[in-house]
C-alpha cells in the first residue's frame, strides 16, 4: 500500500485563497491643485482616483487663480519663475493645505511629461513645456525649504512623473510612484488607468459634440464665431481673465480650439482640397506648416490656426500667451500668418499676467466686436465659396 506522504506534501491542494478584499479607501480626502495640464486632464484623475475607491465628494480641487489666494495662501512660498501659470501654484497648494474646512490626506500633483492628443500619430511627439513639467517640484520646494509644511499638517504630498500620452507606460509609471500612498497593487492600478482614460475621453467626445452644435447653428443661420487659441490653462478665469467671457457678452459664440469638433466628415470637408493636393497625409498633419512638432499644446495651436482658416464661420480667432512664454514666442507670427492667409480676424492678448488690465482689454473687446460685426458676412462666403458642397454642418 503507497504511503500517502508524498502526494500529500507535494500534490496540488485545493485553492483556500479568499477572493481579493476591495481596500477601503473612502476615507480618504484628495486634494489637486487645479493648475497647467490639468485644465486638460481633470477627468483622468477623477476616473482613475474614483475607481480605487475614493468618493467623488473626496476629491478636491482647488479653486480658480486669484490674487486673494495668492496673497492668502502662498505669500512666502513663491518662486522665481516668471511664468506666471507655474508661479501662481504656491497659492493653490497653499489652499488645499490650509483652506480647507476638512482637512484632505494626500495632495497630488502629477508631473505630467507627455499628453494624451488626438494629434498623437501626425506629430513628432505631445510633450510638455519642461517648465510646466516640473512646477509641482519647483513649488513643493517653496513648501520644504524650511520645515517640511506636509508632514507638519500630516499630508502626503504625492507628485507621480506620468507620460499620459503614452498609455502603455501610464499604469507602471503611476503604480511605482503611488503605491505606497494608496497602498495599491499592480492590477488595481491597471485597471483604475483604463478608467480614467475612459473618463477623460468620454468627456473630450461630449465636449466636441457641443462644439459641433454651436457649428451647426451658426452654419443653418449663417452666423459668426470666435475661436480661442490658447493652452489649456488660459480657460482659468485667473490667467485668462475671462476675457472670452466679455466677447460672449455680445452675441458671439465661444469655440476653443482644445474641443473642435473632429469627425469625419467635418475634417474631410475642410482638409479634403489639401490631402487631394498631397500637401498633407491626414486632416490632423501640421507638417506643412509646423516641422518642430514635439510639444503637444504647440500642436494643437498650430492646428487650430489652420482650421480657424477653413472654416467658414469662425471669422474671427483670438490668441491668449502668458508673459514671457518661451514655448509661445515661436509661434506667433506662424500662427497670425497662417489666420490671416484666409483674410480671417487675428487679434492676441499676449503677455498676460496676475494683473487684469480691465480698462484695455474692455476697450479692445470693443474694437474685435466692431471688426467681427463689419467683416463676418463677408469672410464666411469668402470661405464657403472655397469648400466643395454640400457642407456636413447643413
Not at 6 to 22: E, H
Not at 164 to 182: A, H, N, R, T, W
Not at 318 to 342: H, L
Amino acid at each position: 500500500m503507497p504511503f500517502p506522504t508524498l502526494r500529500t506534501w507535494f500534490g496540488p491542494k485545493p485553492s483556500t485563497a479568499l477572493p481579493a478584499k476591495t481596500k477601503d479607501r473612502s476615507g480618504l480626502r484628495v486634494g489637486i491643485p487645479k493648475v497647467l495640464n490639468i485644465w486638460s486632464t481633470h477627468q483622468f484623475w477623477i476616473g482613475f482616483l474614483k475607481a480605487l475607491g475614493i468618493p467623488g465628494e473626496n476629491i478636491v480641487f482647488s479653486s480658480d487663480t486669484s490674487e486673494e489666494q495668492f496673497r492668502e495662501f502662498g505669500k512666502g512660498r513663491g518662486t522665481v519663475d516668471c511664468c506666471y501659470p507655474v508661479k501662481c501654484m504656491s497659492g493653490h497648494y497653499g489652499e488645499l493645505i490650509f483652506g480647507q474646512k476638512k482637512k484632505i490626506n494626500v495632495l497630488l500633483s502629477p508631473m505630467i511629461y507627455t499628453l494624451p492628443s488626438f494629434l498623437r500619430g501626425h506629430v513628432l511627439d505631445t510633450a510638455t513645456c519642461t517648465r510646466v513639467m516640473a512646477g509641482p517640484e519647483n513649488i513643493r520646494a517653496g513648501f520644504q525649504k524650511e520645515r517640511d509644511v506636509f508632514a507638519e499638517n500630516d499630508i502626503i504630498y504625492a507628485s507621480p512623473f506620468v507620460s499620459m500620452g503614452d498609455p502603455q507606460m501610464v499604469p507602471k509609471e503611476l503604480y511605482e510612484s503611488l503605491k505606497d500612498v494608496f497602498d495599491l497593487d499592480f492590477e488595481e492600478t491597471r485597471r483604475a488607468v483604463e478608467a480614467g482614460y475612459e473618463a477623460l475621453e468620454n468627456f473630450n467626445r461630449r465636449m466636441r459634440a457641443k462644439s459641433r452644435e454651436i457649428l451647426t447653428w451658426c452654419a443653418r443661420n449663417q452666423k459668426p464665431c470666435i475661436l480661442i487659441l490658447a493652452r489649456p490653462y488660459h480657460m482659468d478665469p485667473g490667467i485668462g481673465h475671462e476675457i472670452e467671457v466679455n466677447l460672449q457678452t455680445h452675441g458671439y459664440p465661444i469655440l476653443w480650439m482644445q474641443y473642435f469638433p473632429i469627425d469625419d466628415d467635418l475634417m474631410n470637408w475642410l482638409f479634403g482640397p489639401d490631402l487631394r493636393a498631397g500637401r498633407i497625409r491626414s486632416p490632423f498633419d501640421i507638417s506643412d506648416v509646423w516641422d518642430s512638432s514635439y510639444s503637444s499644446n504647440t500642436n494643437e495651436i498650430l492646428w487650430g490656426a489652420k482650421v480657424a482658416a477653413r472654416c467658414p464661420w469662425i471669422t474671427c480667432v483670438i490668441r491668449f500667451s502668458s508673459y514671457e512664454c518661451g514655448m509661445d514666442q515661436p509661434t506667433y507670427t506662424p500662427t497670425q500668418k497662417i489666420v490671416e492667409a484666409s483674410r480671417t480676424l487675428f487679434f492676441k492678448f499676449g503677455d498676460l499676467d496676475a494683473t487684469k488690465p480691465a480698462g484695455s482689454v474692455n476697450i479692445r473687446v470693443e474694437t474685435i466686436v466692431h471688426y467681427v460685426e463689419k467683416y463676418s458676412q463677408e469672410i464666411i462666403q469668402r470661405k464657403l465659396a472655397w469648400l466643395p458642397e454640400p457642407c456636413p454642418l447643413l
